[in-house]
């Protein structure tokens, strides 16, 4: 006869002593470095998936801002953490490449108290269009994980799962994880790309479609809003710490401009531009203070030399010059960007490849993006 | 609140039972009126607006019951009884076809209700009482006391999205003053239906939703899914309602039955029937015993009435015209919308078919083993696959999602191959393969390795697990179990240290996805019904 009080009492005390196992061996490995109890080489000391989850990243982002060991931060998402290597940059600028995966306004606005805090001197901040482009539902999941951030780091499968990946990583040196470089550079496995370009644009492509299909539905304007309010405060607060600010629009390959055009938003992207421009210089004039500051905003997309790169097809496929995918440029031509906009002298840039906008030439740089993808899709269907 | 929710688990449920079985030790109508105190801070809690049409509800049925009771003269009866159907099927009828005032064309309709505006739990309080007006017009069972009858509807455990019970398997176990004395087994048992069940909620259904909401929400923002994604969305979808289903069932039965209240079975492995027909019943049993009792047996008594030559055929029209009346009936009930429509005639078309098959080879003579091992692996399969496709119309938004994703699953929107497979493929020469792989769109996270991973222990745990009423066979864990299942040698659950050992182990795992914001779908799809 079995007794259930027994089993009750025993069900307890496994559940005890398996939660408490459990909470221990994560808080040992403390996969996101949050505890710092022990680091132990071969075992926890490389923190390969500290990365792993946006919540992670924000959090880490805010220790490093804090260290004051770095006068360049770059912000942006995918494209700026896997084109722009802080490396680039003479010893002087002590660069970080504070970029993540789909990152956007919503998540450095996190990062405002820790950048009023620092010493940093310049930002560089690679932009694209429809950025924070989500639904509602998207960003009240967004707060969740980072209102929940602390129990979520201690107990959750998510967590379990990262604790025993980064033991493996450091026992058998795997990368399982996104190990950023010191500098917080991500160097993109090329193989994975190299073997079919042709199916991963078009994968891109497709997400891209969708995104622009979502502009239709969503309250584009209101996203506007919220993405300028952070330009506005990124010019104030550049003001008052004489802090430099370069905004650039990212070399996303031709075939995104042209998705663009053939879902008819391309009056929706000149917008946008236009706003961001107006955006950074009024708010400037506005200001009061007379520090001399740099506020700039390039554009290095449209039609030029780097981003109407051919794309290989699957029965001709060679490797691409410029580009991972569509909407990922390499290494080398985030230097470009780094040379265009700093001048160092250290690398040849094509003429055609970026432009600083003013209110002057803005009106003239769009009318000329328009005609000539208009002009290539005309050739194209010539042809 | 819901079942798996930490607030159910660590408050309202150890205070439940608490105030439950104290008041229990000092008399049955205590623990009784605090049951009822309960249920409608359970409801109130889920659905404020909505307590008072509970409440009014229950005291409308309950009033027009005693007439029932009162009255000898059948000719008052029947319009009492009438008058009741009317009520409750009004109101039904009034909240659902809310979303027919949206309908523009038949091709672009919207629900755009929110799901707050049905009452929750609406459609089974409403048959349930329903039923219990029939029955007391038919004589089966006899009037209660109000606390017992609003017990009988409002019991919280089933009162949202059922079992839908009968007043004859609940009332005589709420007049049993041995329900109100706490017993160990019955909430050993309990728990132990409970954490079954919300870890199928918790690992199982919101895995299965990431695959299925990606691809459909693809869909549903102008993506074309290949055949690999539409038949993977459908199977993602299909396996989320069923773990959805499947879970707040075994989670009702578990919570009941630490109240020490036996709840009938009502999910039982539908994956596994050896027939379309058996698989329906399978799927939602109480909602089709429902059906079955109320609609299709007098609709059936009233079609044999018909005038046709042959008997055969006569008794063939009947159950064909009952049945198709009855699915389809089932798919309103989710919904007045088109695709429940569509799903209850798709599903009715489907059941028909099989039978009226299976009439004609018995008719002419062909020699079909029904038992065949073969024969019931193709039925199920074929079943399987009818459910995937009926499956979009149930989670698609509008006809032109049905459109694209019942094209896609029969690749007239193309074939994505793995670029690895260009080499021996490649030389077919066809606009509709390409290889840029199996997920182009990008529709799933991770691609085919992220739909493995979230998708391998659901299919574990359905085809090659014992159910949960399975593991617990020995304890009759629900009313019809007996009945419905049958013993499994394989692996019995039993209160010792070794189970003891996998529960926490279960439970833990539980606790540890619930933390997991990625698993973060926690709506159950039926509360929309």
Same mark, same amino acid.
């Given at each position: 006869?079995?007794n259930?009080?027994?089993?009750i009492?025993n069900?307890?005390?496994?559940?005890?002593?398996?939660?408490?196992?459990?909470?221990?061996?994560?808080?040992?490995?403390?996969?996101?470095?949050?505890?710092n109890?022990?680091?132990?080489?071969?075992?926890n000391?490389?923190?390969t998936r500290q990365?792993?989850?946006?919540?992670?990243?924000?959090?880490?982002?805010?220790?490093?801002?804090?260290?004051?060991?770095?006068e360049?931060?770059?912000?942006?998402?995918s494209?700026?953490l896997?084109?722009?290597?802080?490396?680039?940059?003479?010893?002087?600028?002590?660069?970080?490449n504070?970029?993540?995966?789909?990152?956007?306004?919503?998540?450095?606005?996190n990062?405002?108290?820790?950048?009023?805090k620092?010493?940093i001197?310049?930002?560089?901040w690679?932009i694209?269009?429809?950025?924070?482009c989500l639904?509602d539902?998207?960003?009240?999941?967004?707060?969740?994980?980072?209102s929940?951030?602390? &129990?979520?780091?201690?107990?959750?499968?998510?967590?379990l799962?990262?604790?025993?990946?980064t033991? &493996?990583?450091?026992?058998?040196l795997?990368?399982h994880?996104?190990l950023?470089?010191?500098?917080?550079?991500?160097?993109?496995?090329?193989?994975?790309y190299e073997n079919?370009?042709a199916?991963?644009?078009?994968?891109?492509?497709n997400?891209?479609k969708?995104?622009?299909?979502?502009?239709?539905?969503?309250?584009?304007?209101?996203?506007l809003?919220r993405?300028?309010?952070?330009?506005?405060?990124l010019?104030r607060?550049?003001k008052?710490?004489?802090?430099?600010?370069?905004?650039?629009?990212?070399?996303?390959?031709?075939?995104?401009?042209?998705?663009?055009?053939?879902?008819?938003q391309f009056?929706?992207?000149k917008?946008w531009?236009?706003l961001?421009?107006?955006?950074?210089y009024?708010?400037?004039?506005?200001?009061n203070?007379?520090?001399?500051?740099?506020?700039?905003?390039?554009?290095?997309?449209?039609?030029?030399?780097?981003?109407k790169?051919a794309?290989?097809?699957?029965?001709?496929?060679?490797?691409?010059?410029?580009?991972?995918?569509?909407?990922h440029?390499?290494?080398?031509?985030?230097?470009?960007?780094?040379?265009?906009?700093f001048d160092?002298?250290?690398l040849?840039?094509?003429l055609?490849?970026g432009?600083?906008?003013?209110?002057?030439?803005?009106?003239?740089?769009?009318?000329?993006m328009?005609l000539?993808?208009?002009?290539?899709?005309n050739?194209?269907?010539?042809? | 609140?819901?079942?798996?929710?930490?607030?159910f688990?660590?408050?309202?449920?150890?205070?439940?039972?608490?105030?439950?079985y104290?008041l229990?030790?000092?008399?049955?109508?205590?623990?009784?009126?605090?049951?009822?105190?309960?249920?409608?801070?359970f409801?109130?809690?889920?659905?404020?607006?909505?307590?008072?049409?509970?409440l009014?509800?229950?005291?409308?049925n309950?009033i027009?019951?005693?007439f029932?009771?009162k009255y000898?003269?059948?000719?008052y009866?029947?319009?009492?009884?009438?008058i009741?159907?009317?009520?409750?099927?009004?109101?039904?009828?009034?909240?659902?076809?809310?979303?027919?005032?949206e309908?523009?064309?038949?091709?672009?309709?919207?629900?755009?209700?929110t799901?707050s505006?049905v009452?929750?739990?609406?459609s089974?309080?409403?048959?349930?009482?329903?039923?219990?007006?029939?029955?007391?017009?038919r004589?089966?069972i006899f009037?209660?006391?109000?606390?017992?009858?609003?017990?009988?509807?409002?019991?919280f455990?089933?009162?949202?999205?059922?079992?839908?019970?009968?007043?004859?398997?609940?009332?005589p176990q709420?007049?049993?003053?041995?329900?109100?004395?706490f017993?160990?087994?019955?909430f050993?048992i309990g728990s132990?239906?409970?954490?079954?069940?919300?870890?199928?909620?918790?690992?199982c259904?919101n895995?299965a939703g990431?695959?299925?909401?990606?691809?459909?929400?693809?869909?549903?923002?102008?993506?074309?899914?290949?055949?690999v994604?539409?038949?993977i969305?459908?199977?993602?979808f299909?396996?989320?309602?069923?773990?959805?289903?499947?879970?707040?069932?075994?989670?009702?039965?578990?919570?009941?039955?630490?109240f020490?209240?036996r709840l009938?079975?009502?999910?039982?492995s539908?994956?596994?029937?050896?027939?379309?027909?058996e698989?329906?019943?399978?799927w939602?049993?109480t909602?089709?015993?429902?059906?079955?009792?109320?609609?299709?047996r007098?609709?059936f008594?009233?079609?044999?009435?018909?005038?046709?030559q042959k008997?055969?055929?006569?008794?063939r029209?009947?159950?064909?015209?009952?049945?198709f009346?009855m699915?389809?009936?089932?798919?309103?009930?989710h919904g007045f919308?088109?695709n429940?429509?569509?799903?209850?005639?798709?599903n009715?078309?489907?059941?028909?078919?099989?039978y009226?098959?299976k009439e004609?080879?018995?008719g002419?003579?062909i020699?079909?083993?029904?038992s065949?091992?073969?024969?019931a692996?193709v039925k199920?399969?074929?079943?399987i696959?009818?459910?995937?496709?009926?499956?979009?119309?149930?989670?698609?938004?509008?006809?032109?999602?049905?459109?694209?994703?019942?094209?896609?699953?029969?690749?007239?929107?193309?074939?994505?191959?793995?670029?690895?497979?260009?080499d021996?493929?490649?030389?077919i020469?066809?606009?509709?393969?390409?290889?840029?792989?199996?997920?182009?769109?990008?529709?799933?996270?991770?691609?085919l390795?992220?739909?493995v991973?979230l998708?391998?222990?659901?299919?574990?745990?359905?085809f090659?697990?014992?159910?949960?009423?399975?593991?617990?066979?020995?304890?009759?864990?629900?009313?019809g179990?007996?009945?419905?299942l049958?013993?499994?040698?394989k692996?019995?659950?039993?209160?010792?240290k070794?189970w003891?050992?996998f529960?926490?182990?279960?439970?833990?795992m539980t606790?540890?996805?619930?933390?997991?914001?990625?698993?973060?779908i926690?709506?159950?799809?039926?509360?929309?019904?």
């Open positions: 006869m079995y259930y009080k027994t089993y009492k069900y307890f005390l496994y559940l005890l002593i398996l939660f408490i196992l459990l909470m221990s061996f994560v808080l040992l490995v403390d996969p996101y470095c949050e505890f109890i022990v680091s132990i080489d071969r075992f000391k490389i923190k990365y792993s989850d946006k919540s992670n990243w924000i959090k880490a982002t805010k220790k490093i801002i804090l260290t004051n060991k770095y360049t931060i770059f912000l942006g998402s494209r700026v896997k084109g722009l290597n802080p490396d680039f940059l003479p010893e002087s600028y002590k660069g970080y504070a970029a993540y995966s789909s990152a956007n306004f919503y998540d450095f606005e990062f405002k108290k820790e950048i009023e620092s010493n001197k310049r930002i560089v690679g694209d269009f429809c950025d924070g639904d539902s998207v960003k009240s999941h967004r707060n969740n994980i980072l929940g951030l602390q &129990l979520e780091s201690i107990i959750s499968s998510q967590t799962y990262d604790s025993i990946v033991i &493996l990583d450091n026992l058998f795997l990368k994880g996104i950023k470089d010191n500098n917080g550079f991500l160097v993109t496995k090329e193989k994975k079919n370009y199916a991963i644009f078009n994968n891109v492509e997400g891209f969708r995104k622009i299909h979502r502009i239709k539905r969503i309250d584009y304007y209101l996203t809003q993405e300028f309010s952070f330009v506005e405060w010019v607060i550049s008052e710490k004489n802090m430099d600010i370069y905004i650039y629009i990212s070399p996303v390959h031709i075939n995104l401009l042209n998705i663009i055009i053939d879902g008819y009056e929706t992207y917008s531009v236009e961001l421009s107006k955006t950074i009024e708010t400037d004039l506005h200001q203070n007379k520090n001399d500051n740099v506020f700039e905003l390039w554009d290095f997309s449209g039609y030029n030399s780097i981003t790169e794309i290989p097809t699957i029965k001709n496929n060679f490797p691409m010059k410029w580009y991972i995918d569509p909407s440029y390499r290494e080398t031509v985030g230097n470009m960007i780094l040379e265009k906009i160092f002298g250290k040849e840039v094509p055609d490849f432009v600083k906008l003013n209110p002057n030439n803005i009106n003239r740089h769009l009318e000329l328009y000539s993808a208009e002009g290539a899709q050739s194209v269907s010539a042809l | 609140m819901l079942f798996h929710s930490i607030t688990i660590c408050i309202f449920l150890p205070i439940g039972l608490a105030g439950y104290f229990g030790s000092k008399g049955n109508a205590g623990a009784r009126w605090w049951l009822l105190l309960t249920s409608c801070l409801y109130f809690l889920g659905s404020r607006a909505n307590l008072f049409l509970l009014l509800s229950i005291c409308l309950f027009l019951g005693s029932l009771e000898s003269d059948q000719k009866r029947k319009i009492i009884l009438i009741g159907i009317v009520i409750n099927l009004g109101i039904l009828i009034f909240y659902k076809s809310f979303s027919l005032f309908l523009t064309s038949v091709t672009n309709y919207k629900t755009v209700f799901d505006f009452p929750l739990g609406l089974f309080f409403s048959l349930q009482q329903v039923a219990y007006l029939i029955d007391l017009y004589k089966n009037k209660e006391s109000f606390l017992n009858y609003a017990l009988f509807v409002g019991f455990p089933q009162l949202i999205a059922g079992p839908i019970v009968r007043f004859q398997e609940i009332v709420l007049k049993n003053p041995q329900t109100y004395v017993r160990y087994d019955n050993v132990t239906i409970f954490i079954l069940g919300a870890s199928k909620k918790i690992i259904a895995r990431i695959v299925a909401n990606g691809i459909f929400n693809g869909v549903s923002q102008g993506a074309i899914p290949t055949l994604e539409a038949w969305g459908a199977f993602a299909t396996l989320q309602l069923y773990f959805d289903f499947s879970s707040y069932s075994d989670m009702a039965v578990g919570v009941a039955r630490m020490g209240i009938p079975i009502n999910f039982n539908p994956f596994r029937a050896r027939g379309v027909m698989g329906f019943t399978r939602h049993i909602l089709y015993r429902y059906f079955s009792d109320y609609l299709v007098p609709l008594s009233l079609l044999i009435k018909i005038p046709l008997k055969i055929a006569k008794t029209f009947a159950v064909s015209i009952s049945t009346a699915l389809v009936l089932s798919g309103l009930w919308s088109f429940f429509f569509l799903w209850g005639v798709l009715a078309i489907v059941a028909v078919g099989f009226l098959w004609y080879t018995r002419t003579g020699k079909i083993n029904p065949h091992p073969l024969l692996r199920s399969c074929l079943f696959a009818g459910l995937l496709c009926i499956g979009v119309c149930f989670k698609a938004q509008s006809v032109e999602e049905i459109r694209t994703i019942i094209l896609s699953m029969m690749g007239v929107n193309g074939i994505s191959l793995s670029p690895k497979l260009y021996s493929l490649g030389a020469n066809s606009t509709l393969i390409s290889f840029d792989g199996f997920f182009p769109n990008g529709l799933v996270p991770g691609g390795n992220g739909c991973r998708l391998i222990i659901p299919i574990v745990i359905i090659f697990m014992p159910n949960v009423y399975e593991f617990l066979y020995h304890y009759g864990p629900a009313l179990t007996e009945r419905l049958k013993l499994n040698k692996i019995n659950w039993i209160p010792n070794t003891a050992f529960m926490a182990l279960v439970s833990i606790i540890f996805y619930s933390f997991n914001s990625a698993y973060s926690s709506i159950f799809e039926y509360f929309r019904f």
